[in-house]
């Protein structure tokens, strides 16, 4: 399993799950958008789902973001 560190606007902004709510397939970036190549679930890139089959939205992890280090918080 991998995550995705997303950045916005040069800024990291969220960090998803790469593994797809449907049955697992691993995402891939899609321009705006994560798609997942199995059956084309379609995730916004802080998660949400915007097309199916996948039932729910990515798992986001907590972020902090200081000068000096990202701290991505796993459970
Ligand atoms: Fe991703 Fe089915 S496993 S859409």
Request: charge should be neutral; proline fraction near 8%; charged fraction near 20%.
């Amino acid at each position: 399993e991998s995550l995705y560190v997303v950045r916005t606007d040069g800024r990291v902004s969220d960090v998803v799950s790469s593994t797809c709510t449907h049955l697992g397939c691993p995402v891939r970036p899609a321009g705006q958008f994560f798609r997942c190549p199995c059956h084309g679930s379609t995730y916004t890139l802080d998660g949400q789902v915007v097309r199916g089959p996948a039932p729910k939205s990515l798992p986001r992890y907590e972020l902090t973001v200081t000068e000096e280090y990202l701290e991505i918080r796993l459970s």
